[in-house]
């Protein structure tokens, strides 16, 4: 199965409350709502055992296949003005595609 993970700190000016807020209300369901998407997740990081941990946050996204993403949902302007507000909300962002093997 195809994936989408990405790693990412909140911008200074957002508390983790406003975004696990927006991440229940808005984000979650609308990236489940998506054709290719069948599964979101997302992590905050809690501690490391040895050093400071470089992302706050890790988003999965579970794909039909990274061609369906990038050729339904990508480009629709449901996701690029999602895309436009949590840009708004996030610095630091990594983002991997991948394919599961276990």
């Not at 990405?6 to 957002?14: E, S, T």
């Not at 997740?41 to 890790?58: F, G, N, R």
């Not at 988003?59 to 449901?78: C, E, Q, V, Y």
């Not at 909300?89 to 394919?99: N, P, R, S, Y």
């Amino acid at each position: 199965m195809a994936k989408q993970i990405i790693l990412y700190n909140l911008a200074p000016h957002v508390t983790h409350k406003q975004y696990r807020d927006y991440v229940i209300g808005e984000k979650g369901p609308l990236l489940e709502s998506l054709s290719s998407v069948k599964k979101f997740e997302l992590i905050k990081i809690a501690s490391t055992p040895q050093v400071k941990a470089p992302y706050q946050y890790v988003g999965i996204m579970h794909l039909t296949s990274l061609d369906d993403f990038n050729r339904m949902d990508a480009p629709s302007p449901k996701f690029q003005e999602f895309l436009k507000k949590w840009q708004t909300m996030v610095t630091d962002v990594q983002m991997f595609f991948g394919e599961e093997i276990y």
